[in-house]
Every structure is written in C-alpha cells, then in structure tokens.
C-alpha cells in the first residue's frame, strides 16, 4: 500500500501547488515580486517561488524529479511560515498550519522519492 499512499501524497500536494502557482505565472507575478522584496528577499526569486510552486507541482503529479521539486516546494512553504504567516501563530487569522502540512508532505517526498507509480520509480529512482 506504500506506493499508493506515496502516489496520493504527491497527487495531492501537486495540485494544491498548481492552483497556487497558476496565478502567479499566468499574470501575477509583478503583485508576487511586491511580497518578495516586502520580505527583504530580492524580487527575481519571485519566479523561483512561482516556479517551484506551479512547476513543481507539475513535475509531482507526474513523479519526474520528484525529490528535486518537493526541495523547492520545503524551502517556498518554510519562507512562507517565518515570512508571511509566522507572525499570526498556530491558530490566528492567517496561521502557518496549511503551509507547514505542505512542507511536511514536501519534506516526506525528498525522503521517500515518488514510489513505484511515477515517471522515477519506472526509470528507477523512485525509491
């Protein structure tokens, strides 16, 4: 049941990222770039956001690159809590619970790889 169990992971977490990302790479990304540089980040790294977020959500639903993608995926999800929604704690108004449960499937994916269903496990990195 684990290569089913990993194949739901990555369905899932790949398209919440799609529908996230969408936005940000058909026509938001001059908005995304604001809330970067508000973070004191440089704004280029917008485009890393947008495209770890829609990219690689893409890249998951399939299972190609699979550890690569949830690498970026961590890393947006953890700027996400400590930059934008750390401040409204666990349970406030804009709390960090749904990003930290995305960074927590991100992070079992590195580890785990995508399991036998993908586009890796046929290719044999999937393990």
């Known amino acids: 049941m684990q290569p089913l169990g990993l194949l739901v992971l990555r369905l899932v977490l790949g398209a919440i990222m799609i529908a996230h990302g969408y936005p940000l790479v058909f026509g938001g990304i001059h908005h995304h770039m604001d809330t970067v540089r508000g973070l004191h980040l440089p704004g280029w790294m917008a485009y890393l956001s947008a495209a770890s977020q829609f990219g690689g959500g893409i890249l998951l639903i399939v299972g190609f690159f699979t550890r690569f993608a949830s690498l970026g995926i961590c890393i ?52």
């Open 76 to 127: 947006t999800m953890l700027v996400a809590i400590f930059g934008v929604h750390w401040k409204n704690g666990f349970l406030g108004e804009g709390n960090y619970q749904f990003p930290l449960a995305l960074a927590a499937i991100a992070f079992s994916l590195i580890f785990s790889g995508a399991g036998p269903i993908s586009i890796d496990g046929v290719r044999g990195r999937g393990r």
